[in-house]
C-alpha cells in the first residue's frame, strides 16, 4: 500500500488545519480506518467551531487530538489566506463534512470498509442510508442509529448507543449531532 506523508497544518484562530484535498482527505481517513491499532476521529471545523474553541477547552482539546481537521467552511479556507504564513500556504480547499460523508459512502465498497450513521432527527439516519444504497450499490452500511432527543443525555442511552455501534463493528462512524455534542 502507498505510504501518504502526513500534510502539514495551518492554523486559523485558535485551531490548527489539515491542509488537504477532498481526495486527500477520504485517502487518509481510509488508510487511518484500515490500520485498526486505536480508535481515530476526524474534525470537520467551520466558523461556529472558532467561536465554540474560544471559550470551550474541552471542545478546543478535541481538535487539538483529532488525527485529522479539515475546513467544512469556506471561510476557514479564506481565513488561512491571511493566517501568519506558514511553509506550506493555505488550506487548498474546502473539505465539507456533508461532501465527505458522500465520498466515504461512495468508496466504502471498493475499500472494503463498513460505515455507521448515527445522530440526527428520528429517521435521519436510515433514510441516509436507503439514499446511500440508491447511489451507491457497493456500499457497505454497517448499521444506522438515532438516538432520542429527550433521553441522549442519560447514562442509559448512552450505554445503549455504545452497545448498538460495538455490536455493529463499524470501520468509520459518521456522526451528526453538531457542536459541540458529537
Not at 481515530?40 to 474553541?53: F, K, M, S
Request: hydrophobic content about 45%.
Amino acid at each position: 500500500a502507498q505510504v501518504l506523508p502526513l500534510a502539514s497544518r495551518v492554523s486559523v484562530d485558535d485551531l490548527s488545519f489539515d491542509r488537504v484535498t477532498m481526495k486527500e482527505a477520504v485517502r487518509r481517513i481510509i488508510r487511518m480506518a484500515k490500520k485498526r491499532d486505536r480508535a481515530r476521529y476526524v474534525c470537520t471545523g467551520n466558523l461556529d467551531h472558532l467561536v465554540i474553541a474560544e471559550r470551550d477547552p474541552e471542545f478546543r482539546s478535541a481538535y487539538r487530538k483529532a488525527d485529522l481537521v479539515v475546513a467544512d467552511g469556506a471561510p476557514v479556507v479564506w481565513l488561512s489566506r491571511i493566517a501568519p504564513r506558514s511553509a506550506g500556504g493555505p488550506l487548498p480547499e474546502r473539505v465539507a463534512g456533508s461532501d465527505l460523508f458522500w465520498e466515504l459512502a461512495r468508496v466504502s465498497g471498493e475499500a472494503n470498509l463498513r460505515l455507521f450513521f448515527l445522530g440526527g432527527l428520528p429517521g435521519a439516519a436510515a433514510k441516509a442510508a436507503e439514499v446511500v444504497e440508491q447511489r451507491h450499490p457497493g456500499a457497505r452500511i454497517a448499521g444506522t442509529y438515532c438516538p432520542p432527543f429527550e433521553t441522549f443525555d442519560t447514562k442509559e442511552e448512552q450505554a445503549k448507543i455504545r452497545r448498538i455501534v460495538r455490536q455493529a463493528a463499524p470501520d468509520i462512524l459518521l456522526v451528526a449531532f453538531g457542536a459541540p455534542k458529537q
